[in-house]
């Protein structure tokens, strides 16, 4: 039999952090010549989270993308999360290193499927995660994110049925928080389910008295093991506030680069799952900072969205900015 994989661990940076690389040099460099900002998102490699403007969850990525000044927006993320730079800030030329870096859990609700839902079920509110396309979030009545998801749902008028797409993961830790009952759409993200209460109790195993934390798209049985469950960002402000010196984190493993950088002093595990000894994303992972530094000097590949469903898509994520306030 094959053994489990043990879990990665991440012991603090060395002080001073890590120096930059002639590649990253090159990329800053263009950067200003081309008045781009680059955005990034907490998953992303370490090199790409060294040079970015800005490092964050998706929620603190849209207010950062609807208020950026630069001519050129550079996401490092996925497909979604550009897009909706694209949607808050239509002015800017928004350029995404891979336009292969998609998102099963997008992809886990077509438009068409949605629309046909609605038309069936026409007195639903629906309420869609963040992680859906723009043709999606046009369809939808508001937006949220891992870091507001309650706070929105909480706002939702009371004699509304809701429908919550496309995470059922996310969307149950919701109902149960918020005790809201709701239709959850049948879509998972494929890497947060592949952590398993066994992978995370032999990781609590081998660190005893290791606090946990989870990205609430894991599965329940993997969410009830955990001491806190929350958003990307919070993790941040969560391991700032441990005692402990080692922590594991229950998430795509490019999180625990930033943790590195905000948190120093602490030892970050990196959940394994049954067959990995870290977690990462396929498609976050499909930017490099060689593409980041090509799609600079090419201007290419852009987003670009029809302007009908752009301006549909804005008005549930505009509730959404609003709401989360
Ligand atoms: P956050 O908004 O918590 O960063 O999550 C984004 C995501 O894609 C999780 O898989
Ligand atoms: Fe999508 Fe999951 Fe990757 Fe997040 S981690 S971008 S939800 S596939």
């Not at 890590?18 to 800053?28: A, G, I, K, N, T």
């Not at 934390?213 to 990307?232: G, I, K, Q, W, Y």
């Not at 120093?264 to 900072?289: G, I």
Request: glycine share 4%; hydrophobic share 40%; net charge neutral.
């Amino acid at each position: 039999m094959i053994p489990y994989p043990t879990a990665t661990v991440f012991p603090p940076l060395p002080a001073g952090g890590l120096p930059l690389s002639d590649l990253q040099r090159e990329v800053l460099a263009l950067k200003q010549e081309k008045d781009a900002i680059i955005l990034a998102h907490n998953y992303q490699c370490e090199d790409i989270q060294g040079i970015a403007d800005f490092v964050g969850d998706s929620l603190g990525l849209a207010y950062k993308a609807a208020e950026a000044k630069s001519s050129t927006i550079v996401f490092c993320g996925v497909h979604f999360m550009a897009e909706t730079a694209k949607i808050v800030n239509p002015s800017r030329r928004v350029l995404l290193p891979d336009l292969e870096a998609g998102c099963s859990l997008a992809d886990s609700c077509p438009a068409e499927k949605l629309a046909a839902l609605k038309a069936a079920q026409p007195d639903l509110y629906v309420v869609a995660y963040i992680n859906c396309s723009a043709a999606v979030k046009a369809l939808c009545d508001v937006i949220v994110t891992s870091g507001n998801a309650s706070k929105i749902v909480n706002k939702v008028p009371a004699d509304r049925p809701i429908l919550f797409v496309p995470d059922q993961n996310l969307g149950q830790w919701v109902a149960q928080k918020t005790g809201r009952a709701m239709q959850l759409w049948p879509g998972n993200c494929y890497a947060h389910v592949q952590f398993t209460p066994g992978a995370l109790l032999r990781a609590k195993a081998a660190h005893p008295g290791a606090p946990v934390v989870a990205h609430p798209e894991c599965t329940e049985a993997v969410r009830d093991l955990a001491d806190m469950v929350c958003s990307t960002e919070l993790m941040v402000e969560w391991s700032r506030q441990q005692q402990a010196d080692t922590l594991i984190v229950t998430t795509e493993s490019g999180m625990i680069h930033r943790l590195r950088r905000e948190v120093p002093n602490k030892t970050f595990v990196a959940a394994p799952t049954d067959r990995c000894a870290c977690n990462e994303c396929r498609f976050m992972k499909l930017n490099t900072l060689q593409k980041v530094r090509d799609c600079l000097k090419n201007g290419t590949p852009e987003i670009t969205l029809p302007e009908p469903v752009r301006v549909a898509a804005e008005v549930p994520l505009r509730r959404m900015l609003e709401w989360s306030r």
